[in-house]
C-alpha cells in the first residue's frame, strides 16, 4: 500500500520567515495530494490541494509543489505569521481504483515565533 | 450550513468494554470516512463509505472493530472489548462524493481506555 513521509516533524521560524514541508509517497499511482492544517485542539482542515497533471500551485501565501518522478510534494508558506503556528499534514490518494483513502504523513508541528 | 458533528466528544471506558461513537455528516455527502489520531501522529485510514456500503475496510485494525452506515447518512464505529492501545482520537471525516471532493472533518471523539 501507499506510504507518506513528512518531515521536518518540528519546524520553528521568525515570523516574516518561509516555511517549508517536504513528503515522500512510495506509490507511483497517487494522483492527488491535499495538506491539511490543523490547530490545537480542532479538527483539520483542508488548506491547499494538487493533482499529478500540474507542478505547482498557488494560493496567496500558500504553495505546494510536486515532482512526480521523485515522488515527492512539498508545501510552502510565506511571510509566515503566528497564526501559521499548527500541525500540518500531507496526504496522498490515488483517484480512480484506490479505494478511495487519504494515506497520511505524520505531520509537521510548525511554530512561528514573534 | 452544519458541518460534520461527532458524539461523543470525549469518552473514557474500562478495558473489555464495548464503545459505540457516532458520526453525523454534512447533509447530502455521500462519501464518509473514519480515521484514528494516535497522540502525536498523523491519522490512520480505518474505513470509507460510499451510502451505506463500505467498499473500503482496509484499515480496521482487527476484528473488534467495526462501522455502519445506515439511511445514507449518520454512522457508528464500535469497538468491541476495548484495549488500551485503542486510546485515540477518532475523527469522522465526510465529503460531497468521492476522488478530489474535499473530505471536511468532525471535531472527533477523544477515546481513553483505562
Known amino acids: 500500500g501507499e506510504n507518506v513521509e513528512q518531515h521536518p516533524s518540528t519546524l520553528s521560524v521568525q515570523e516574516g520567515d518561509s516555511a517549508v514541508i517536504k513528503c515522500t509517497y512510495s506509490?507511483?499511482?497517487?494522483?492527488?495530494f491535499p495538506w491539511y492544517k490543523q490547530e490545537l485542539g480542532k479538527r483539520p482542515q483542508l488548506i491547499i490541494d494538487?493533482?499529478?497533471?500540474?507542478g505547482e500551485k498557488k494560493d496567496q501565501r500558500i504553495a505546494v509543489t510536486l515532482n512526480k518522478t521523485a515522488k515527492h510534494f512539498s508545501l510552502h508558506i510565506t511571510e509566515t505569521q503566528p497564526e501559521d503556528s499548527a500541525v500540518y499534514f500531507c496526504a496522498a490518494k490515488i483517484l480512480t481504483g484506490g479505494g478511495n483513502k487519504l494515506t497520511f504523513g505524520t505531520g509537521t508541528q510548525l511554530k512561528v515565533e514573534l | 450550513g452544519a458541518g460534520v458533528s461527532q458524539s461523543p466528544s470525549n469518552k473514557v471506558t474500562e478495558k473489555g468494554k464495548d464503545v459505540e461513537l457516532r458520526c453525523d455528516p454534512i447533509s447530502g455527502h455521500t462519501a464518509l470516512y473514519w480515521y484514528r489520531q494516535s497522540l502525536g501522529q498523523g491519522l490512520e485510514f480505518l474505513i470509507y463509505f460510499q451510502g451505506n456500503s463500505a467498499p473500503d475496510k482496509s484499515g480496521l485494525p482487527s476484528d473488534r472493530f467495526s462501522a455502519e452506515r445506515t439511511g445514507g447518512s449518520v454512522s457508528t464505529l464500535t469497538i468491541q472489548r476495548t484495549q488500551q492501545e485503542d486510546s485515540a482520537v477518532y475523527l469522522c471525516?465526510?465529503?460531497?462524493?468521492?476522488?478530489?471532493?474535499?473530505?471536511?472533518f468532525g471535531p472527533g471523539t477523544r477515546l481513553t481506555v483505562l
Open positions: 506509490d507511483s499511482a497517487s494522483n492527488y
Open positions: 494538487i493533482r499529478s497533471n500540474v
Open positions: 471525516a465526510s465529503s460531497l462524493s468521492s476522488g478530489t471532493d474535499t473530505q471536511y
